[in-house]
């Protein structure tokens, strides 16, 4: 089965194109490059497109299956009206599938369950990379939150934390949250150093 | 209680009406909490509509009907029951065809214009590299309007140029490289070609129909049945809406929201230009102003009149090579909810149109619709060519097309 993976992001691309090999009797084809996509399409005249639901180029892959359908290899969006749990459990995964006339749901079926896993996968993993880009940011400022205290309260590393700490839990916020209106309040007042 | 609607929105220009509604406080004053689902393409818009990711979506008309009749998918019925503006399209051509035409910074006679294309095409046809130009989408105002244009100057649109389908953000690059010679695009992405230097504006939609549909608010039929008092409310906003957008005193404010990266995230001035019907055609040239450009209050302009849907109809059947079928006919004129539009408005003083359908293009002079408050004056709903649309002989309209 000859199936093309149509994501401009690489690294989800990947993950996809690892999943969808551990299955038998696929041939896989990772397309991430606008540029040429419709001549690609109709060169590998692929059984399964999966596309990420965020891609540009939706509109125009669409228009080529309507044209296609004149074609010996006509494509059409996944998939019959009976199958509409699974589109739109695809489509909450984040992925729109398009299917070759013919090929039939049970072939279909272990080749969508894992692209669904592994979109959701990669979502859940940018979810906490962003946290932990997150809570490195909020490091950060109550490093700066500190530094300041230190210096206009001539007071310790931990007393200034102790301090921040105290307020936060006096106030019923987060110690990040309380460090960042001393920073901001700090720049407020012009000295930024 | 407030109740939360999420809206589908490709970055355009004339996503504006719920979106300013939502910051300018008018929906949360209808009791509405909304949220925006912004997208990059309508295939993306319409799934999330129909899997329940979002409620209701600015949508192309003509993709609503399409839905409706199951064109490249399974049937699933949509409701339009507001149309968020008329026209606010352009055809932009590269730098060279602007030259071979003609066109001289200068909005073009629809008429004139599409002689002298048709004479370019032809030598082009024969050079073996016929002219291709881009639309948003098969199933968009876009691709009817620019189709209607060219079929009505003798092009026709599949066999003396080339039509493909390409995604609006694309479309100035694809100018810019040669990959197409033109385009049908909505705002802002016109202004963007010509700042780019990618080509000129040479002809509004507007002038091809003046008073022409674009998008609509569009719902799942069931889901709009569900939460109907909420879209009726966000019906009333949008009207209020409206008025506070053509207002020149808000041309500013409105542009500076809408050009945010979480709506259309693009230049203030170029968003601005749309708003105020003021465009720049040429790279470096002089704001014009085209009076009705876009066109999304006065004269009822949001009330979806059944004869529009009828209208899209026929060009769908047209160029999808289909011919008149009664029951598809129907279908398709049920997807405009003129009901579901007076009845949200009929507690106000906003004029609602007792009539549902009117002959479109027949108004080259103005025409007084009786309202519920007396009359209001529609002016000016011409086809370029003259034609008229008459709803209730759509079956012989649709046999006359070529």
Redesign the interface.
Known sequence: MRIAIVDERASRASIIEDGLSSLPDCELFVLTQRDGLIARIAEIAPDIVFMDLGNPSRDVLEEYFVVSRALAHPIAMFVDESDDDSIAASIDAGVSTYVVDGLSAKRIQPLLQMTMQRFEAFARLETELAEAQGKLAERDTIDKAKRILMKTKGVSEPAAYAELRQKAMSSSRRIADIADAVVTAHELMGDSS | MTQRLTIGFLPLVDACLPILAHEHGFAEEEGLELTFVR??????VL??LL???SDAAHLLAPLAIATTLGR???AQRLAAPFVLGLNGNAVTVSNTLAEALGCEGALGDPQALGERLKAVAAERQAQGRALRFGV???YSSHNYMLRYWLAGCGIRPDEDVEI????P??SADALKAGEIDGSCVGEPWNSIAVENGAGQIVLATAQIWRRGVEKVLALRAERLDEIRPAIEGLIRAMRRTGKHFVDPANWDTNAAILSRPEYCDAPHTLVRRAISDRLVLTHGGEEREYPDFMFQYHEAANFPWVSQAEWLYSQLVRWDGLGYDSDAAHAAARVFRPDVYRSALAATNDPLPTASSKVEGSVSEALQASTQHGTILLENNTFFDGRSFDPDRLEDYIAAQI
């Open positions: 997208d990059v393409s309508w295939a993306t799934d999330r899997y329940g990711h490249g998918r399974p948003v989408h098969r493909v389908t390409i995604a953000p694309f």
